[in-house]
T-cell receptor, first 114, second 113 residues
Framework: DGGITQSPKYLFRKEGQNVTLSCEQNLNHDAMYWYRQDPGQGLRLIYYSQIVNDFQKGDIAEGYSVSREKKESFPLTVTSAQKNPTAFYLC?????????????FGEGSWLTVV | AQTVTQSQPEMSVQEAETVTLSCTYDTSENNYYLFWYKQPPSRQMILVIRQEAYKQQNATENRFSVNFQKAAKSFSLKISDSQLGDTAMYFCASGGSNYKLTFGKGTLLTVNP
């Protein structure tokens, strides 16, 4: 089936550790995005990539890093510099359809610092 | 910079009735897009409806329709014949040419039997 796959669904991190969240899509979409959602809040953009080997910071990039070596993959690393990483993380990708662009989301990953 | 405001943190409606969720936005872009997403308890973000700002006609998807007032920067969502499965968090979002979406804080809609 085509779609966006995020893994793991649940992840626990100890203080001072880096962790990487995986995002893979087989939709042949060029653009990919990472969002963070905190309780009672909307989504906030962390990083986005319009094309392979290129990415830009979003509104809350500090403490995060990404790579885009393949069109299908856009992993997000939460570094120890991110002071409050506990949140729900959503990956998305964008298609260019005949009726316009649409953004589709993966099922998300929960990250908890223990 | 873009901002999106949803002024109703929570709303409730009886099954089969109609409900309208409010959204206002501000953007400096000339070409932009507006979206409503639904987030059920599973946390999956599901696209409900989208609107291109250059189109005057309001978008409609089955029981869901929008009232797009460009001059007022208003983008409300109307849900007709509400169903129990419509219970979810609803987010309004706007995006420009690069589709960097800015989201509102959401409205929790509860459909009562």
């Amino acid at each position: 089936d085509g779609g966006i796959t995020q893994s793991p669904k649940y992840l626990f991190r100890k203080e001072g550790q880096n962790v990487t969240l995986s995002c893979e899509q087989n939709l042949n979409h060029d653009a990919m995005y990472w969002y963070r959602q905190d309780p009672g809040q909307g989504l906030r953009l962390i990083y986005y990539s319009q094309i392979v080997n290129d990415f830009q910071k979003g509104d809350i990039a500090e403490g995060y890093s990404v790579s885009r070596e393949k069109k299908e993959s856009f992993p997000l690393t939460v570094t120890s510099a991110q002071k409050n990483p506990t949140a729900f993380y959503l990956c998305a990708s964008r298609n260019r359809g005949p009726t316009g662009n649409t953004i589709y989301f993966g099922e998300g990953s929960w990250l908890t610092v223990v | 910079a873009q901002t999106v405001t949803q002024s109703q943190p929570e709303m409730s409606v009886q099954e089969a009735e109609t409900v309208t969720l409010s959204c206002t936005y501000d953007t400096s872009e000339n070409n932009y897009y507006l979206f409503w997403y639904k987030q059920p308890p599973s946390r999956q973000m599901i696209l409900v409806i989208r609107q291109e700002a250059y189109k005057q006609q309001n978008a409609t998807e089955n029981r869901f329709s929008v009232n797009f007032q460009k001059a007022a920067k208003s983008f409300s969502l109307k849900i007709s014949d509400s169903q129990l499965g419509d219970t979810a968090m609803y987010f309004c979002a706007s995006g420009g040419s690069n589709y960097k979406l800015t989201f509102g804080k959401g409205t929790l809609l509860t459909v009562n039997p």
